[in-house]
């Protein structure tokens, strides 16, 4: 049996879809569906049973033998720009520490999701080395409570044991229920059908060109094999980047979206909103010779070819994973 939390989220929700493609489906899905459409995304997913994220961590407290073989735990808040720092903190890190240490003493494998938001302006770069951690300084309060699990994880040697993935600009289908945190292929899809133009942030960095600020955007099928292939391999462990391993533009992402969707190219820029100016990335790439020395040797999209899928099969048809 194989939990997965946060099951019927963006990244969580396409790896079940994934595990049922290989042939699995005792899965348990842990989520909080709330308000929101996301329960979608569980349509038509082949899965064991659905237990609320407060139930399981509660099962998890009492030392409930659930007989998980792996748990999977995407489940966070991801709102970059979330202001409850308590409830960042209770959610994204202390949730992540009880569970993995629950799955140490188990002897169940753990594979969490960490963030590319932990390297904060990137000045220390991008290397997926456990022993720089400490030394990272995130720009956002998400980002920190990513990275304090991991300091804690590598301070207690647990990292030695789980999976850490660090995962960079993740977009593709099963995303539309993440409101400003969805992916700006989603944003600007919207945008296209509705108006004909995308709208950009200008720079305010002399060293980058309006829309030339550059981000390392990976396809979310790619996000999930990198992820699974930790779930094969039990004896790799560390943190470990996920990524497109190449840095792209945001004006090369929209170009792509608009030859995807059979439009004419047509940009705007606008201000940068204030609140982000000191908090903007110009650059991400992820290092990727760490997985690939682990022994990962898929093929990765490109930004076009992961686009034109994305659009052409999802976005244009009103389709998600698994229907």
Not at 33 to 41: P, Q, V
Not at 153 to 180: L, M, Q, R, S, T
Not at 184 to 197: L, N, Y
Request: net charge neutral.
């Amino acid at each position: 049996m194989i939990a997965v939390t946060g099951g019927a989220g963006f990244i969580g929700s396409a790896i079940a879809w994934r595990l049922n493609t290989l042939g699995e489906d005792k899965i348990i899905i842990v989520d909080e569906l709330g308000l929101e459409e996301k329960w979608k995304n569980l349509v038509g997913l082949s899965y064991y049973d659905f237990i609320n994220k407060d139930e399981f961590i509660k099962g998890i407290e009492a030392g409930k033998d659930f007989n998980f073989t792996a748990v999977i735990h995407m489940g966070a808040n991801s709102s970059t720009t979330e202001k409850d720092a308590d409830h960042l903190l209770k959610n994204n890190y202390e949730y992540t520490k009880k569970l993995a240490e629950y799955c140490l003493s188990k002897g169940v494998r753990f594979i969490y999701a960490s963030s590319a938001a932990t390297y904060g302006d990137g000045s220390l770069g991008f290397d997926d080395d456990e022993k720089l951690c400490a030394r990272l300084r995130p720009l956002n309060m998400y980002g920190y409570s990513k990275n304090l699990f991991d300091i804690r994880a590598v301070k207690k040697g647990y990292i030695d044991k789980i999976a850490g993935i660090k995962y960079f600009n993740v977009y593709g289908p099963n995303e539309y229920h993440k409101g400003d945190m969805r992916s700006v292929v989603h944003k600007a899809f919207e945008q296209v059908m509705s108006t004909g133009k995308v709208k950009l942030f200008k720079s305010c960095n002399p060293n980058y060109k309006d829309g030339e600020q550059m981000r390392d955007f990976v396809y979310v099928k790619d996000a999930v094999d990198m992820t699974l292939f930790f779930l094969e391999r039990k004896d790799r462990n560390g943190l470990f980047n996920v990524g497109s391993g190449k840095a792209r533009t945001w004006n090369d992402l929209v170009t792509a979206l608009f030859n995807a969707a059979g439009k004419p190219v047509n940009i705007e820029y606008i201000d940068l909103p204030g609140h982000l100016v000191e908090k903007y990335q110009y650059f991400t790439e992820a290092r990727l010779e760490k997985i690939k020395k682990a022994g990962y040797s898929k093929n990765i999209n490109l930004l076009e070819e992961g686009v034109t899928d994305y659009v052409k099969n999802y976005l244009l048809k009103d389709r998600y994973f698994g229907i």
